[in-house]
């Protein structure tokens, strides 16, 4: 069972007498009460992880997040959980960790539903390794064209990264599926965003069959600044170190340098260890929740949005073709930043523009959308009071 008033109750946003209708969940979630105490208790401590005898607590405390990570992913070991910033820089550290594998001539396969993490990122190393760069269409349904995967697919082709779940669209792509589909034809590495999916779908590393896997806290209830970089350890074992630095070697000297295993090899410096202890409260806090309850109700609250804005001839949606709790449209006629601007002034908070997707938005031949993402802490009274304000705000525009 999942109780969604509860569940709203352990965020302290809400409380507050000026918090607007937030609405844009996709982009961030709110922050339980959890992560506040976590981080406070953390601050309110002294010194470091795996640097001294007294830092033992942390350390510990660290690594049971790292051990959380792993389980609530199904990721095949401990030291196959790399701490980021985030899902940018996690893509970043294999698209740079790859550099001495990819090779002119070679070929990486990107697709037209890629955040700019992905696209930008695997267009520049390309660019810096003579590699070229496919990318996949998607179909009039907003999923990758599998035939087009195919045809792309051969014996240079070298890495393929995937969207998991389209922050455009809230479409899911059968990732799964995909992967084997890149291992019936070719050698290649596979990438998978799980930005928006971390929060969506029970993700099962090791059934999915990815070599890597990427996604931030923020967007589960979790801390900025931090995500993961999780994969198959073989895979991981490939990449060069996107920084170099302290912690991440075992030996040092004038003539060499032994660098340590996974996962410190990829974890130069000193982390962010207030936002890993939080992210750790924050898992353990989670799986006392229904998640797929919880899923479903944000998804019933998206589809009552998309079956009233279907009804007004004026309104054009992109939505995935399967029910999701992201609703992307526009009004012919109608300026999206005029009307964020309105719905803004009326406490309504939710995204417009072209959500780090701009191939995604050419793909749906509009400049721009509005995007409104539910959580399980939305309500049905938020989704009247979003009509009530679009309503006010059509009106002054016509
Ligand atoms: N990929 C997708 C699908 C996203 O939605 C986002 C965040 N909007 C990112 C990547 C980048 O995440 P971050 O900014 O947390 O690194």
Same mark, same amino acid.
């Given at each position: 069972?999942?109780?969604?008033?509860?569940?709203?109750?352990?965020?302290?946003?809400?409380?507050?007498?000026? =918090?607007?209708?937030?609405?844009?969940?996709?982009?961030?979630?709110?922050?339980?009460?959890?992560?506040?105490?976590?981080?406070?208790?953390?601050?309110?401590?002294?010194?470091?992880? *795996?640097? /001294?005898?007294?830092?033992?607590?942390?350390?510990?405390?660290?690594?049971?997040?790292? /051990?959380?990570?792993?389980?609530?992913?199904?990721? %095949? /070991?401990?030291?196959?959980?790399?701490?980021?910033?985030?899902?940018?820089?996690?893509?970043?550290?294999?698209?740079?960790?790859?550099?001495?594998?990819?090779?002119?001539? +070679? %070929?990486?396969?990107?697709?037209?539903?890629? *955040?700019?993490?992905?696209?930008?990122?695997?267009?520049?190393?390309?660019?810096? #390794?003579?590699?070229?760069? *496919?990318?996949?269409?998607?179909?009039?349904?907003?999923?990758?064209?599998?035939?087009?995967?195919?045809?792309?697919?051969?014996?240079?082709?070298?890495?393929?990264?995937?969207?998991?779940?389209?922050?455009?669209?809230?479409? %899911?792509? @059968?990732?799964?599926?995909?992967?084997?589909?890149?291992?019936?034809?070719?050698?290649?590495?596979?990438?998978? +965003?799980?930005?928006?999916?971390?929060?969506?779908?029970?993700?099962?590393?090791?059934?999915?069959?990815?070599?890597?896997?990427?996604?931030?806290?923020?967007?589960?209830?979790?801390?900025?600044?931090?995500?993961?970089? =999780?994969?198959?350890?073989?895979?991981?074992?490939?990449?060069?170190?996107?920084?170099?630095?302290?912690?991440?070697?075992?030996?040092?000297?004038?003539?060499?340098?032994?660098?340590?295993?996974?996962?410190?090899?990829?974890?130069?410096?000193?982390?962010?260890?207030?936002?890993?202890?939080?992210?750790?409260?924050?898992?353990?806090?989670?799986?006392?929740?229904?998640?797929?309850?919880?899923?479903?109700?944000?998804?019933?609250?998206?589809?009552?949005?998309?079956?009233?804005?279907?009804? +007004?001839?004026? #309104?054009?949606?992109?939505?995935?073709?399967?029910?999701?709790?992201?609703?992307?449209?526009?009004?012919?006629?109608?300026?999206?930043?005029?009307?964020?601007?309105?719905?803004?002034?009326?406490?309504?908070?939710?995204?417009?523009?072209?959500? #780090?997707?701009? @191939?995604?938005?050419?793909?749906?031949?509009?400049?721009?959308?509005?995007?409104?993402?539910?959580?399980?802490?939305?309500?049905?009274?938020?989704?009247?009071?979003?009509?009530?304000?679009?309503?006010?705000?059509?009106?002054?525009?016509?």
């Amino acid at each position: 069972m999942f109780y969604p008033e509860q569940f709203r109750q352990q965020f302290p946003y809400f409380k507050q007498k000026d =918090a607007v209708v937030y609405l844009d969940n996709a982009a961030t979630t709110l922050k339980p009460q959890i992560l506040i105490d976590a981080t406070s208790e953390f601050y309110v401590s002294a010194g470091s992880v *795996h640097r /001294s005898q007294y830092d033992a607590k942390q350390t510990a405390l660290y690594e049971q997040a790292r /051990s959380r990570v792993r389980q609530f992913i199904n990721a %095949e /070991s401990d030291n196959a959980i790399i701490w980021t910033s985030g899902t940018t820089q996690a893509i970043n550290t294999v698209a740079n960790g790859l550099i001495p594998h990819i090779h002119a001539g +070679d %070929e990486i396969i990107i697709s037209e539903a890629d *955040h700019h993490a992905n696209f930008v990122t695997w267009h520049e190393i390309a660019q810096k #390794c003579g590699a070229k760069i *496919h990318i996949l269409p998607l179909l009039d349904n907003w999923l990758i064209d599998e035939n087009a995967l195919v045809s792309a697919l051969n014996e240079r082709t070298k890495l393929v990264a995937f969207n998991f779940i389209s922050n455009v669209t809230g479409t %899911e792509q @059968p990732i799964k599926y995909l992967i084997q589909l890149v291992r019936q034809h070719s050698q290649a590495l596979t990438l998978v +965003d799980a930005a928006q999916a971390i929060s969506h779908v029970k993700i099962d590393l090791q059934k999915l069959d990815a070599d890597f896997l990427a996604f931030s806290a923020h967007k589960i209830y979790g801390p900025n600044g931090i995500g993961v970089l =999780a994969g198959k350890l073989a895979a991981l074992e490939q990449l060069q170190p996107l920084q170099y630095g302290g912690k991440m070697v075992t030996d040092v000297s004038k003539d060499a340098i032994h660098f340590a295993p996974l996962p410190y090899r990829l974890e130069a410096g000193t982390p962010n260890i207030a936002g890993v202890i939080a992210f750790n409260a924050v898992l353990e806090w989670l799986a006392q929740w229904d998640f797929i309850q919880a899923e479903k109700h944000a998804i019933a609250l998206a589809e009552q949005v998309k079956v009233r804005l279907k009804n +007004d001839k004026n #309104c054009q949606l992109f939505t995935s073709p399967e029910p999701s709790s992201v609703v992307s449209f526009v009004f012919n006629g109608i300026a999206s930043s005029d009307l964020a601007t309105l719905l803004a002034e009326q406490n309504i908070a939710l995204r417009t523009g072209v959500h #780090c997707a701009m @191939p995604y938005l050419s793909r749906l031949g509009v400049p721009n959308t509005l995007r409104l993402s539910f959580a399980p802490y939305n309500t049905a009274r938020e989704v009247e009071l979003f009509f009530q304000a679009l309503e006010k705000a059509l009106a002054l525009l016509d």
